[in-house]
């Protein structure tokens, strides 16, 4: 167990909806990053966060946003959902924005677009 | 630019076999981290370990081992008398490590194990 959670665990939607994905960091960590798995595209990072701010974004589609609240748990809201969205969702934490930091992965939260 | 390299997709060995899984990296940074990340097939992501650009020390921790060199770019990570519960998808992953970039982790492709009993 990496101490990272992440909700819903699994999501079924149709396209044209949308959905927010709930992820909470490792107790102490600040920074927050999410990524996207799916078959064709492997691993890809969408966005971080640390302490609250928007620190890096990596191929996050506009249709995509996240925030970080205070307490710094951080929601990914996907909308106008299209097929190839579906994925894996994965949220990690680290302790501090810097380069090398080791990050730890919540679960998945597994999306299916139909 | 950053690439990681797993050229092998998919290798299937015998229990109690020892495997290697080769990872190949590319980076212009003179720091760096790298790290191995095991996705059994529950899905979650684990990490193994982390290794920096400095320390080219080689680790063994239980079953695991792992051979990095600088020389030819590679971090490969080897299973000692391999179990079936090691069936996974093991991922190499590079990080630069400078104040100024962002923490941007590359994952390479991925190589799926299968031990069979």
């Known amino acids: 167990d990496s101490g990272v959670t992440q909700t819903p665990k699994h999501l079924i939607t149709a396209t044209g909806q949308r959905v927010t994905l709930r992820c909470s960091p490792r107790?102490?960590?600040?920074?927050v990053y999410w990524y996207q798995q799916s078959l064709d595209q492997g691993l890809q990072f969408l966005i971080q966060y640390y302490n609250g701010e928007e620190r890096a974004k990596g191929n996050i589609l506009e249709r995509f946003s996240a925030q970080q609240f205070p307490d710094l748990h951080s929601e990914l809201n996907l909308s106008s959902l299209e097929l190839g969205d579906s994925a894996l969702y994965f949220c990690a934490s680290s302790r501090r924005p810097r380069g090398g930091e080791t990050q730890y992965f919540g679960p998945g939260t597994r999306l299916l677009v139909l | 630019a950053q690439k990681i390299t797993q050229a092998q997709t998919e290798i299937s060995v015998v229990e109690k076999e020892d495997v290697t899984l080769d990872c190949v990296y590319e980076?212009?940074?003179?720091?760096?981290?790298l790290f191995w990340y095991k996705q059994p097939p529950s899905g979650e992501l684990v990490f193994l370990i982390r290794r920096n650009s400095f320390d080219e020390q080689n680790e063994i921790s239980g079953r695991y081992s792992w051979n990095f060199q600088k020389s030819t770019s590679s971090f490969n990570f080897t299973i000692t008398a391999s179990q079936v519960v090691d069936s996974a998808v093991y991922f190499c992953a590079l990080s630069e490590a400078y104040e100024t970039s962002y923490d941007k982790v590359i994952f390479g492709p991925g190589t799926s194990l299968s031990v069979i009993p």
């Open positions: 980076t212009r940074d003179t720091t760096y981290y």
């Open positions: 107790s102490g960590d600040l920074s």
